[in-house]
T-cell receptor, first 112, second 113 residues
Framework: DTAVSQTPKYLVTQMGNDKSIKCEQN?????MYWYKQDSKKFLKIMFS???????INETVPNRFSPKSPDKAHLNLHINSLELGDSAVYFC???????????FGDGTRLSIL | GDSVTQMEGPVTLSEEAFLTINCTYT??????LFWYVQYPGEGLQLLLK?????DKGSNKGFEATYRKETTSFHLEKGSVQVSDSAVYFC????????????FGTGTRLTIIP
């Protein structure tokens, strides 16, 4: 069983479209995150949720909206996609503060 | 704010060579420190961690010691293998418990037979 699973693995779409990326975890962790990794491999946190509540929002444009329907899921919806949104997006989970985070395999988003 | 500075890559070594990847940090208090590894096409995996000064994290032959006096957490391995080829990330989790990981820029390591 995959601990943190993201779908889809690849997403190719046109500029201006709206798309969603899903994340599910079966570790029973309270905290979930979204990270963005750019073409130079630089990783930056976007959001974190704890028990379905938003904890961190790191100056991400309003076009990005995370949604946590339950503790095991944190989905990322992106409106009006732009070229600069092309990146690999990683979901991660942790059992608590300062604990190691468990990452999904990533979703590679390419905007044409 | 918190930051992590990592040795610039890429790093290319021969098999069985000694590896050091430097990592220094800036943070208030006593953050937790981590090394993560990313193999091609995969997500990040925790390699090792240390939560307080002078702790040594170790895993799969890799080691790193939390040095408060030099604010460093350098990654070392005595004899690298081709299978160690990956991107390595140093990261910290702030002492204030806000649960955010701050990453270094990553170091790409390639081991040649």
């Amino acid at each position: 069983d995959t601990a943190v699973s993201q779908t889809p693995k690849y997403l190719v779409t046109q500029m201006g479209n709206d798309k969603s990326i899903k994340c599910e975890q079966n570790l029973g962790h309270d905290t979930m995150y979204w990270y963005k990794q750019d073409s130079k491999k630089f990783l930056k946190i976007m959001f974190s949720y704890n028990n379905k509540e938003l904890i961190i929002n790191e100056t991400v444009p309003n076009r990005f909206s995370p949604k946590s329907p339950d503790k095991a899921h944190l989905n990322l919806h992106i409106n009006s996609l732009e070229l600069g949104d092309s990146a690999v997006y990683f979901c991660a989970t942790a059992s608590g503060p300062n604990q190691p985070q468990h990452f999904g395999d990533g979703t590679r988003l390419s905007i044409l | 704010g918190d930051s992590v500075t990592q040795m610039e890559g890429p790093v290319t070594l021969s098999e069985e060579a000694f590896l050091t990847i430097n990592c220094t940090y800036t943070a208030t208090g006593y953050p937790s420190l981590f090394w993560y590894v990313q193999y091609p096409g995969e997500g990040l995996q925790l390699l090792l961690k240390a939560t307080k000064a002078d702790d040594k994290g170790s895993n799969k032959g890799f080691e790193a010691t939390y040095r408060k006096e030099t604010t460093s957490f350098h990654l070392e391995k005595g004899s690298v293998q081709v299978s160690d080829s990956a991107v390595y990330f140093c990261a910290l989790s702030a002492a204030d418990g806000n649960e955010k990981l701050t990453f270094g820029t990553g170091t790409r390591l390639t081991i040649i037979p």
